[in-house]
């Protein structure tokens, strides 16, 4: 399974920005999938996960009202909507897949970067 996220950019406090992962492999609709990140100097720590089949979704707290995750099995798509950015939202964010707990997962990607201004 390869993974590839994209979308991170530079915005400000309150913005809203959407990333996706394109996920290669014919297993991977299977799995349950994820975004995680890591701030500088920080350990990496999960946002947000959801099942193989999309019907049950889950959020770190810190997150929870102003993420959205979802998936598109046809296309083999994971996508995070993220709104009302905080300056603490600010981190390498990494799309993973076959979630063994809320931060273990089999397969990575290579992140992509976020950075919220104040």
């Known amino acids: 399974v390869q993974l590839q996220a994209s979308g991170g950019g530079l915005v400000q406090a309150g913005d809203s920005l959407r990333l996706s992962c394109a996920a290669s492999?014919?297993?991977?609709?299977?799995?349950?999938m994820g975004w995680l990140r890591q701030a500088p100097g920080k350990e990496r720590e999960f946002v947000a996960a959801?099942?193989?089949?999309?019907?049950?979704?889950n959020y770190a707290d810190s997150v929870k009202g102003r993420f959205t995750i979802s998936r598109d099995n046809a296309k083999n798509t994971v996508s995070l909507q993220m709104n009302n950015l905080k300056p603490e939202d600010t981190a390498r964010y990494y799309c993973a897949a076959d979630q063994r707990s809320s931060a273990t997962f089999t397969f990575w990607g290579q992140g992509t970067q976020v950075t919220v201004s104040s």
């Open positions: 492999g014919r297993t991977v609709r299977r799995y349950a």
């Open positions: 959801i099942s193989s089949n999309g019907g049950s979704t």
